[in-house]
Nanobody, 123 residues
Framework: QVQLVESGGGLVQAGGSLRLSCLAS????????MGWFRQAPGKEREFVAAIGWSTYYADSVQGRFTISRDNAKNTVYLQMNSLKPEDTAVYYCAAGRLRSSYYGTRDTSYDYWGQGTQVTVSS
């Protein structure tokens, strides 16, 4: 069992930056692919970024967001720069075992999810 706790969300003006963190419990963090997804009001959950066999980004955040991980700290980060109002959403961290079927952009690849952290970007 892996528990995930996100932090770092908040209110920021357009053009600003935030860094989200996700702390994972357990001793096998490095054997998991980690992803960030988001869900805006009235919309379906969508993929944002992942780090597993490689790093993956949604087209909408490519060049603005950076995912990274520190296995010694059991933490994955999402650095978000040049934020736009359309980035407003609840951001969820997810963990999925790095097995042959792992595909970072698909939510079905993930076994565990955090509770989410709100990011609001004002115009």
């Amino acid at each position: 069992q892996v528990q995930l706790v996100e932090s770092g969300g908040g209110l920021v003006q357009a053009g600003g930056s935030l860094r989200l963190s996700c702390l994972a419990s357990g001793r096998t963090f490095s054997s998991y692919g980690m992803g960030w997804f988001r869900q805006a009001p009235g919309k379906e959950r969508e993929f944002v970024a992942a780090i597993g066999w490689s790093t993956y980004y949604a087209d909408s955040v490519q060049g603005r967001f950076t995912i990274s991980r520190d296995n010694a700290k059991n933490t994955v980060y999402l650095q978000m720069n040049s934020l736009k109002p359309e980035d407003t959403a609840v951001y969820y961290c997810a963990a999925g075992r790095l097995r042959s079927s792992y595909y970072g952009t698909r939510d079905t690849s993930y076994d565990y999810w955090g509770q989410g952290t709100q990011v609001t970007v004002s115009s």
